[in-house]
């Protein structure tokens, strides 16, 4: 890209899951505040799961 005239900015390397894991609501919720506490901690660059988001897991987590 750079040959090509493109600047780039930023570049990273991103984890995608090829078998998503499907969980009862409650259950991916639980795995969603576990992922944001680990987020949250200072030696912790980034977090990666396999969890299939639903709507309605948002849906319960924006509640909760």
Avoid: C, F
Avoid at 8 to 14: H, Q
């Amino acid at each position: 890209l750079s040959d090509a005239g493109y600047k780039i900015e930023e570049s990273e390397l991103i984890w995608i899951a090829k078998n998503e894991m499907d969980l009862e609501v409650p259950q991916a919720v639980q795995i969603m505040h576990l992922t944001e506490r680990l987020e949250e901690l200072d030696d912790v660059q980034t977090v990666a799961s396999n969890l299939h988001i639903t709507d309605d897991v948002i849906n319960a987590l924006e509640t909760a």
